[in-house]
């Protein structure tokens, strides 16, 4: 009996161990399937999020406005590629703006190229009273030459052609704007956002020359009193 129970004790102790370590085994192995599928999970919330911001900043309304679009081809072994080049303006009408050009097979897709273009390369400019440009201003870019002015409220925006829809989209409503040169859509354009990129607002630059506004603005002739109401009346 003694025999029988010691040779029969290796034998039950080997079946639950070795059951055990199977279990253990593919425990283990769910355990790495269940890691990777939340570590890929998290990945999953990681991109949840990343789209998160992109419905907001899908969520902001902005202005489209397609400029130009030509047929443009490429040649190739065998003939030629034809293809579209779209030329998008994007603004939120509240000070900034961008512009972006792209191509495609396609109107649809050279278009949605070129929005997403415009999107990234968004400029914020200063505007006086939320309507007009601070001062004039010159921009040049190759053989285009534009010279922007501000103008009192009911001007409305004389401009005509590509800079028309970046004014729209910028948000300015009282502008008067002449371009010199090249009637080129891009070059244009280019200019357009030279001029700006350079404009300037008062508490811009007070801050930069360490000083007050209403300094600033005393100096065309204007009482103290006259240049402080002026200073707090200035909306950027």
């Known amino acids: 009996m003694a025999d029988e129970n010691i040779n029969e004790a290796p ?4 079946h639950p161990q070795g059951g055990d370590a199977q279990e253990t085994r593919e425990g283990r192995g769910r355990g790495r399937g269940r890691g990777e599928r939340g570590e890929r999970g998290g990945r999953g919330r990681r991109d949840d999020r990343r789209g998160g911001r992109n419905e907001e900043e899908q969520g902001e309304e902005l202005i489209e406005k397609l400029v130009h679009i030509n047929r443009v081809s490429k040649t190739v072994k065998g003939g030629k590629r034809f293809g579209f080049a779209a ?6 009408g ?3 703006v961008g512009f972006g050009h792209a191509k495609a097979r ?4 050279a278009i949605t190229k070129a929005t997403a273009s415009a999107k990234k390369k968004m400029v914020r400019v200063a505007l006086k009273e939320g309507r007009t440009l601070h001062h004039d201003g010159r921009g040049h870019f190759g053989a285009g030459k534009v010279n922007v002015r501000s103008a009192p409220a009911g001007t409305g925006i004389i401009a005509g052609g590509p800079m028309r829809a970046v004014f729209e989209s910028l948000g300015v409503h009282d502008v008067v704007t002449k371009s010199v040169g090249t009637s ?3 070059n244009m354009i280019r200019a357009t956002f ?7 607002s008062p508490k811009s630059v007070a801050q930069r020359r360490g000083k007050k506004v209403a300094d600033l603005l005393g100096r065309g002739g204007a009482t103290e009193a006259e240049a402080e109401a002026a200073a707090e009346a200035i909306v950027e």
């Open 11 to 14: 034998i039950a102790a080997e």
């Open 87 to 92: 030329l998008v303006v994007v603004g939120d």
């Open 94 to 96: 509240k000070g900034r």
């Open 106 to 109: 396609e109107v649809p897709e």
């Open 184 to 186: 080129n859509p891009y």
């Open 194 to 200: 030279d001029a700006l990129v350079n404009q300037t």
